[in-house]
């Protein structure tokens, strides 16, 4: 038992008592555990995500080739926690999530109308061809638009290292262990 609350530990970053409680709740069942703990992540955050985040740091990666390369703005409450090595790592987990994924923007209201309008000619195009019912199409453009917004959106994108969760799950799981709000500002990519 010590050792999954050990091993439980180092995935989340929870705290013993709490480690214990969520697998006494899953039935000692390790994913179930997680799932409970990233929830109340997710409620702590909720918490925190009033509170100002003015501290930060800049995560940058550059590629092995080069020729690729991001920056991006974390922004956290404390100098101490912009300090914290977890927090570094996370920024710089965030800064080759965009050399690889390459968003254009940080969340999908971001995307602008114009962009999204020029997508759904194509896929009017694509749906007439594949002889879909007027009645249905407007569903499937709902769909497309809600897809397309999130594939190109840094937030709703999943992360590169681990495709079972998005960038906002991976900050909501940050929020839950260092225990500070944390957003994400601007962030550019280049490229040669």
Same mark, same amino acid.
């Given at each position: 038992?010590?050792?999954?609350?050990?091993?439980?530990?180092?995935?989340?970053?929870?705290?013993?008592?709490?480690? @214990?409680?969520?697998?006494?709740?899953? +039935?000692?069942?390790? @994913? #179930?555990?997680?799932?409970?703990?990233? /929830?109340?992540?997710?409620?702590? &955050?909720? #918490?925190?995500?009033?509170?100002?985040?003015?501290? +930060?740091?800049?995560?940058?990666?550059?590629? %092995?080739?080069?020729?690729?390369?991001?920056?991006?703005? $974390?922004?956290?409450?404390?100098? !101490? $926690?912009?300090?914290?090595?977890?927090?570094?790592?996370?920024?710089?987990?965030?800064?080759?999530?965009?050399? &690889?994924?390459?968003?254009?923007?940080?969340?999908?209201?971001?995307?602008?109308?114009?962009?999204?309008?020029?997508?759904?000619?194509?896929? $009017?195009?694509?749906? @007439?061809?594949?002889? #879909?019912?007027?009645?249905?199409?407007? /569903?499937?453009?709902?769909?497309?638009?809600? /897809?397309?917004?999130?594939?190109? %959106?840094?937030?709703?994108?999943?992360?590169?290292?681990?495709?079972?969760?998005?960038?906002?799950?991976? $900050?909501?799981?940050?929020?839950?262990?260092? +225990?500070?709000?944390? @957003?994400?500002?601007?962030?550019?990519? !280049?490229?040669?």
């Amino acid at each position: 038992m010590l050792e999954l609350i050990k091993k439980i530990r180092q995935q989340t970053g929870a705290g013993m008592v709490d480690i @214990k409680k969520a697998l006494e709740e899953a +039935g000692n069942d390790e @994913k #179930k555990a997680i799932e409970i703990l990233r /929830k109340k992540g997710q409620s702590k &955050a909720v #918490k925190k995500a009033e509170r100002e985040a003015s501290e +930060g740091v800049i995560g940058s990666y550059i590629h %092995s080739n080069g020729k690729i390369g991001a920056m991006v703005k $974390v922004y956290c409450e404390t100098d !101490f $926690v912009a300090r914290n090595e977890e927090f570094q790592k996370l920024a710089k987990d965030m800064a080759m999530h965009i050399s &690889a994924m390459n968003p254009q923007v940080l969340d999908p209201k971001d995307v602008s109308d114009k962009l999204v309008d020029k997508e759904r000619e194509i896929w $009017v195009e694509q749906l @007439k061809n594949e002889g #879909k019912p007027k009645e249905i199409m407007q /569903k499937i453009m709902e769909g497309k638009e809600k /897809k397309f917004r999130e594939e190109i %959106s840094l937030m709703t994108q999943p992360f590169v290292k681990n495709p079972e969760m998005t960038i906002q799950d991976l $900050v909501t799981e940050e929020i839950g262990k260092i +225990g500070e709000n944390i @957003k994400v500002g601007d962030f550019s990519r !280049f490229e040669l």
